[in-house]
């Protein structure tokens, strides 16, 4: 099943958003999906009220049966942990169904269900590895006990230990899922490794969905190295705009020349320069577009380990999904 996505489904608001989104992608990839219920059990449970229950019939989706991963017996011993192991995956399975009904157009989508007995995060990663999975899917906040409209803890893990692009969904106001009328794939670029990275993942996107690759690189006085021939003194802000742009064009042509290049065209790429800060100028850009996508990590004073500033304030602000791709 390589080259598949898997998603997390938790029956929140956020988690709907991120599995229809999940079943769009797969089938403009032409890749399985394999959603994900990982549980243990908690006052605010949403599959407490469920009983298990066949899926409605007349979708031309293939839903598989699904299986558990490591499932660890029930206090109540094995005749109760085989029921709730069936209880989580006819939950996960009534989800799937309810997405499904949502989304026009899935001829041929192959849905695998899973349901987890363990925390969200390891095991979504868990089954990505077994399946060697493309990306990772999650919404932005899930059904914890605070509706936050920061990101929820579950994505934030995710994206903080994936070594593969991770995009997370946000599931207020409109709905993500819903395919914009032109599809736009906006790439935040600063010069880093991970903004090269970043560029070949929503060449990828492009080349298999069609639509308008954009390439943004913003810069700001107080943050962007001065051009060369300005040591001494402080050039014109114009300076500064010619060097972004030339770090910007240095950029697309290292991801089209080095390694496996970019999936279109580097002609074809829309360039953007922007005087603003890199998350605020990337969130008033990517309005209206299918995605935004960025590295885990950019060209801050500090190489950290963890999760870059612009990154995360895009994961809890911007107004469409968000990938994050690893170096």
Known sequence: MGGGLVVGADGSASGGA????AVREAVARGVPLTVVHAWVQTWNDPSRHLHAQEPAAGHAVTVGEGDDVEPHQAATGPAGADAEFARRLAFVRSLVE?????VDGLDGLEVVPRQVHGWPAPALLQVARETDAAMVVVGRTGAGRLGRLILGSVSASVVQDATLPV??????GDD???PPAARRV?????????????????????????????????????????????HGWVPPVDDFADWARTRLEATIARAADEGPGLAVPADDVVREVRHAR???????VCRGAD???????????????????????LLEA??????????
């Open 98 to 102: 309810d997405a499904v009904d949502a």
């Open 186 to 230: 906006v790439v935040g670029v600063d010069g880093s490794t991970a903004s090269v990275a970043a560029l070949r993942e929503g060449a990828r996107v492009v080349a298999h969905a069609g639509g308008v690759l954009e390439a943004v690189v913003c810069w700001q006085l107080t943050t962007t190295a001065r051009p060369p021939e300005g």
């Open 18 to 21: 991120a599995l229809r989104w």
């Open 278 to 284: 890199p998350a605020a100028g990337l969130a008033e």
């Open 318 to 327: 911007a107004p469409c999904p968000v990938t994050v791709v690893r170096a």
């Open 291 to 313: 995605r935004v996508v960025v590295g885990d990590r950019g060209t801050g004073g500090l190489e950290r380990l963890v999760l870059g500033s612009v990154s995360r304030q």
């Open 167 to 172: 995009t997370v969904v946000p599931g207020d």
């Open 176 to 178: 993500p899922a819903a």
